[in-house]
């Protein structure tokens, strides 16, 4: 493990200026989305007045076209700001801790694993986990990452029933290999 002063230098050194320019991208994409959108919004509204209110279904199509896509060209951008950020923050400071040390963002806690732990017993119906980081520490094997398990929940009202999914566990997900267990 590195010292409070490696660290500083590090920081200093390799994560201080990629965190600059990463912030310069995500304010820059944060003013797009907002221009885009609002310039989406503007022009339906400016449609419909100039129609005097007439046929106002079919001119927020346009602007409603023009704000879909443009939520899906957002949506990619800061996807891919978030590949980037992990890629050039998050993996060198996994990578200080040790080198046994491995990052995969796109990578997580298999169900399968999270199932066998028997720490949840309720069904698992919608499961996500990334950024799994694995390594050894002295005799142990070990892996986490971010877990979000759900639970699909079926609720009856007098008026009818709904169906809706129960976030059980929300959070960062270990497991554990004890890698010897008698001595030499």
């Known amino acids: 493990m590195k010292n409070r002063e490696e660290l500083e230098r590090f920081y200093q050194s390799v994560l201080q200026p990629e965190l600059k320019i990463l912030e310069g991208k995500r304010k ?12 989406g919004l503007l022009i339906g ?8 209110f007439r046929e106002t279904l079919s001119f927020l199509v ?9 939520f899906i060209f ?4 800061f996807s891919a700001f ?21 990052y995969f963002p796109d990578r997580g806690i298999p169900l399968s694993v999270f199932q066998e732990s028997r720490i949840f017993l309720q ?25 979000k398990a759900r639970q699909k ?13 129960h976030t059980f566990f929300q ?3 270990f497991s554990l290999i004890l890698t010897r267990v008698f001595p030499d």
Do not use: M
């Open 28 to 39: 820059k994409l944060l003013c797009q989305a907002v221009f885009t959108i609002t310039g």
């Open 45 to 52: 509204l400016f449609l419909i007045l100039l129609s005097g």
């Open 62 to 70: 346009v602007p409603g076209t023009i704000v879909g896509i443009t």
């Open 74 to 77: 957002i949506q990619q951008n």
């Open 82 to 102: 978030r590949k980037e950020f992990k890629q050039k923050v998050i993996n060198p400071l996994v990578n200080l801790l040790g080198p046994s040390f491995q």
């Open 123 to 147: 069904p698992v119906d919608l499961y996500h986990s990334e950024d799994l980081i694995t390594g050894c520490w002295g005799k142990t094997n070990f892996s986490f990452s971010e877990v």
């Open 153 to 165: 929940v079926t609720l009856r009202t007098r008026h009818g029933s709904y169906t809706c999914y």
């Open 171 to 173: 959070g960062l997900f």
